[in-house]
Each structure stands twice: as structure tokens, then as C-alpha cells.
């Protein structure tokens, strides 16, 4: 049988930070009479006829029950005193930029995951300091100091457990996880909390029996590749703390996708249709998340027997819309002429990215 080696890499020093609701925090800053209050930036759902979805949303409105990916007509009916506010991403995305220069101060190893979001190498740093969770310290005053906006912090030797501490306490948090801790803090995390672990493979492992990091150290090696090739090999290892991928600078984003594959197939238009709108406000969501517009849409389609087409579409005008996404997903669907094929895969993404500006 074939045996990988475990090699744990835990010289180096990795912080995460993930500001505290973002947008929903920037209107607050900018209108003080919202502090307090249930922010909820999405098109309001009494305007749009209930249309959109929910962005971010400040911590008031989280008790609620309202969180980000909701539709806007769920948070309104789940939070009635909400105070609904459109995006005003170009402002977002000028505070995005001068988060991301607050981090160069510190290192140039930087991997921003999103608008709000980042990993920093700080092994080597430009004031030399050798210990990280002063650094995240020195970071998260910087922003307060400046930007008015909080953020949560994760330290450790790698980013997947970086990025598991920054979630451990929020909002202005500072979490660190140690060699001798990742164990058992591992043990006991749901899995999923395990970052990276799509909904899709934890019902499957729900399946076979794992629900927190201790049943997944019960799984053998080999069973886990078989049921999920490399990202098995990889769980395999996040499970013992072990992730040794590298803080990757420069990481230009060249598309918005999202995708999914149904055990049972699908024949009917109405199934398809319905899929194509979950995807599109997944995608939407992202698009958000991200700060981006995109003018070309591709539709990717696997049918029963494993034929994959892609087909796309060049718009006039860029879009993030979830409607717009959507009907002309619909439109390239349907110019496919494939009826009862059986589907087993859809996936939409949007490319030709630009900045969101405006709104
Ligand atoms: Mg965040």
C-alpha cells in the first residue's frame, strides 16, 4: 500500500484577517445613527420587490438571524426593522485598497481572498519583528487608528488554521493557535468549520460517520482519496494540522464560477431552471464578495453521458446582477436545445472581470 509522508511545516508565521462586517461597518462609520442598529446592505425588498441578496449585515442584524447569501425578502421578513441599504462598493473598494496598504507596511507576502480578507506571511517582515501576534496586534490598531473599521485576526504556522482562528472569536478577535494546540482545538471543530469543505462533502461525510475533526482522524488515508481524490489527501492532513501551501502574492481574479453536480439527474426544464437560479445568486454573491462585475457569462453543462459543453455570452454592459445573470443563463440554456438529455452537471461563471464601481 502506498504510504505519503506527513511533513508538518510549522516554521512559519501566518496571520489571517477578516475585517468585522465590512460593508454593513463602513456605513455605520460614515452615518453614526445607524450604530447600534440592524444594517442590512441589500437592495431594500419593499423597492426591488423583494429581489437581491444580502451582502453583509452588521452584527445586530446577525442576531436576527439574517446573514450574508440570504435573499433580501427572507432577511426582511426575518428582521422587519431592518435598515436596508445598497452597496456603495466604490467607497467599499477605496477602503479595500487602503487595508491592503496597511498590510504592505508589514510584509509584502500578502494573499487578499476577498475585498475584506487577507494572509500574510510575517516569517520575515519588514520591522523585523519575530512575534506575529504583535504584529496582528499592531495591524488591527492601525486599522481602528485609521480606517475607524475592525477587524479579527487568526495567527499560526499555517493559513488553513490562521483562517480557522481569525472565525474563533468575532468580532475583534485575536486568536492564536500553537503547534501543540492545533490538536485539540481540531478535534473538536464541527467539520463544517473545516474552511474549504464544501457543502456537498459534508453530507457525504456526514455519511460516513464525521462530524467534528476527531471522527475524521478515525478515516484512513487511502479511504478518503478514494472518495475525494486530492482534496482527500489534503482533508487527510488539515484533520492533523498539517497545510503547508504557500501565501500566494499577486492572485488576480479572472473569474466568478460556481458549479454543481446532481446525483439524481436532471430532465426537467423547471429542475434546470431552478438550479440555474440558485447558481446565479450564488454567483451574484460572490461577484459582491469580490468587488467585481463581469461582462461575459459561460454556461457549462455535463450531460448523462459525460458530453460537456460550455457555451457564453458577451454582455454590452458588465453585470453582478442575480436576475440579469440568471435569464440569460436561462436564454443559453435553452439556445443549447437539449431537452431530455439528463443533466448531471451545471455551472455558470462570469469572466471578463471588472471592478464594481458606482451603484
Ligand atoms: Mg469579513
Same mark, same amino acid.
Given at each position: 500500500?502506498?504510504?505519503?509522508? %506527513?511533513?508538518?511545516?510549522?516554521?512559519?508565521?501566518?496571520? +489571517?484577517?477578516?475585517?468585522?462586517?465590512?460593508?454593513?461597518?463602513?456605513?455605520?462609520?460614515?452615518?453614526?445613527?445607524?450604530?447600534?442598529?440592524?444594517?442590512?446592505?441589500?437592495?431594500?425588498?419593499? *423597492?426591488?420587490?423583494?429581489?437581491?441578496?444580502?451582502?453583509?449585515?452588521?452584527?445586530?442584524?446577525?442576531?436576527?438571524?439574517?446573514?450574508?447569501?440570504?435573499?433580501?425578502?427572507?432577511?426582511?421578513?426575518?428582521?422587519?426593522?431592518?435598515?436596508?441599504?445598497?452597496?456603495?462598493?466604490?467607497? $467599499?473598494?477605496?477602503?479595500?485598497? #487602503?487595508?491592503?496598504?496597511?498590510?504592505?507596511? $508589514?510584509?509584502?507576502?500578502?494573499?487578499?481572498?476577498?475585498?475584506?480578507?487577507?494572509?500574510?506571511?510575517?516569517?520575515? &517582515?519588514?520591522?523585523?519583528?519575530? /512575534?506575529?501576534?504583535?504584529?496582528?496586534?499592531?495591524? *488591527?490598531?492601525?486599522?481602528? &487608528? #485609521?480606517?475607524?473599521?475592525?477587524?479579527?485576526? @487568526?495567527?499560526? $504556522?499555517?493559513?488553513?488554521?490562521?483562517?480557522?482562528?481569525?472565525?474563533? #472569536?468575532?468580532?475583534?478577535?485575536?486568536?492564536?493557535?500553537?503547534?501543540?494546540?492545533?490538536?485539540?482545538? %481540531?478535534?473538536?471543530?464541527?467539520?463544517?468549520?473545516? $474552511?474549504?469543505?464544501?457543502?456537498?462533502?459534508?453530507?457525504?461525510? +456526514?455519511?460516513?460517520?464525521?462530524?467534528?475533526?476527531?471522527?475524521?482522524?478515525?478515516?484512513?488515508?487511502?479511504?478518503?482519496?478514494?472518495?475525494?481524490?486530492?482534496?482527500?489527501?489534503?482533508?487527510?492532513?488539515?484533520?492533523?494540522?498539517?497545510?503547508?501551501?504557500?501565501?500566494?502574492?499577486?492572485?488576480?481574479?479572472?473569474?466568478?464560477?460556481?458549479?454543481?453536480?446532481?446525483?439524481?439527474?436532471?430532465?426537467? %426544464?423547471?429542475?434546470?431552471?431552478?438550479?440555474?437560479?440558485?447558481?446565479? *445568486?450564488?454567483?451574484?454573491?460572490?461577484?459582491?464578495?469580490?468587488?467585481?462585475?463581469?461582462?461575459?457569462?459561460?454556461?457549462?453543462?455535463?450531460?448523462?453521458?459525460?458530453?460537456?459543453?460550455?457555451?457564453?455570452?458577451?454582455?454590452?454592459?458588465?453585470?453582478?446582477?442575480?436576475?440579469?445573470? %440568471?435569464?440569460? /443563463?436561462?436564454?443559453?440554456?435553452?439556445?443549447?436545445?437539449?431537452?431530455?438529455?439528463?443533466?448531471?452537471?451545471? @455551472?455558470?461563471?462570469?469572466?471578463?472581470?471588472?471592478?464594481?464601481?458606482?451603484?
Amino acid at each position: 500500500m502506498l504510504i505519503f509522508p %506527513l511533513i508538518n511545516d510549522i516554521s512559519r508565521k501566518i496571520i +489571517h484577517i477578516d475585517m468585522d462586517a465590512f460593508f454593513a461597518a463602513i456605513e455605520v462609520r460614515d452615518n453614526p445613527s445607524l450604530r447600534g442598529k440592524p444594517v442590512i446592505i441589500a437592495r431594500d425588498p419593499r *423597492q426591488s420587490g423583494g429581489r437581491g441578496v444580502v451582502s453583509t449585515c452588521s452584527y445586530e442584524a446577525r442576531e436576527f438571524g439574517v446573514h450574508s447569501a440570504m435573499s433580501s425578502k427572507e432577511a426582511y421578513e426575518r428582521c422587519p426593522q431592518g435598515i436596508f441599504i445598497s452597496g456603495h462598493y466604490d467607497k $467599499y473598494l477605496k477602503v479595500g485598497q #487602503e487595508l491592503r496598504e496597511i498590510f504592505f507596511r $508589514y510584509t509584502d507576502l500578502v494573499e487578499p481572498m476577498s475585498i475584506d480578507e487577507a494572509y500574510l506571511d510575517v516569517t520575515e &517582515n519588514k520591522l523585523g519583528i519575530s /512575534s506575529a501576534v504583535k504584529i496582528a496586534k499592531l495591524i *488591527q490598531y492601525d486599522i481602528w &487608528n #485609521e480606517l475607524k473599521l475592525t477587524a479579527s485576526a @487568526g495567527v499560526s $504556522y499555517n493559513k488553513f488554521l490562521a483562517k480557522i482562528a481569525s472565525d474563533m #472569536e468575532k468580532p475583534c478577535g485575536l486568536t492564536l493557535i500553537r503547534p501543540d494546540d492545533a490538536a485539540s482545538i %481540531l478535534s473538536e471543530l464541527p467539520i463544517e468549520k473545516f $474552511y474549504g469543505v464544501g457543502k456537498k462533502s459534508v453530507e457525504r461525510l +456526514h455519511g460516513m460517520g464525521v462530524f467534528k475533526g476527531s471522527d475524521l482522524l478515525e478515516i484512513p488515508e487511502m479511504t478518503l482519496i478514494d472518495k475525494f481524490g486530492r482534496f482527500g489527501f489534503d482533508l487527510y492532513r488539515k484533520a492533523r494540522g498539517i497545510s503547508n501551501s504557500p501565501v500566494k502574492t499577486h492572485r488576480i481574479r479572472k473569474s466568478v464560477g460556481k458549479e454543481r453536480t446532481y446525483g439524481k439527474l436532471l430532465y426537467r %426544464l423547471e429542475d434546470v431552471n431552478k438550479e440555474l437560479s440558485s447558481l446565479a *445568486q450564488r454567483v451574484a454573491v460572490s461577484l459582491d464578495k469580490h468587488g467585481k462585475v463581469g461582462r461575459t457569462i459561460v454556461i457549462k453543462v455535463r450531460y448523462a453521458d459525460f458530453t460537456t459543453l460550455t457555451k457564453r455570452r458577451t454582455l454590452d454592459f458588465p453585470t453582478a446582477d442575480q436576475e440579469e445573470i %440568471l435569464r440569460i /443563463s436561462e436564454e443559453i440554456f435553452d439556445s443549447l436545445g437539449e431537452t431530455n438529455k439528463g443533466v448531471r452537471l451545471l @455551472g455558470i461563471t462570469l469572466t471578463n472581470l471588472e471592478d464594481k464601481v458606482g451603484e
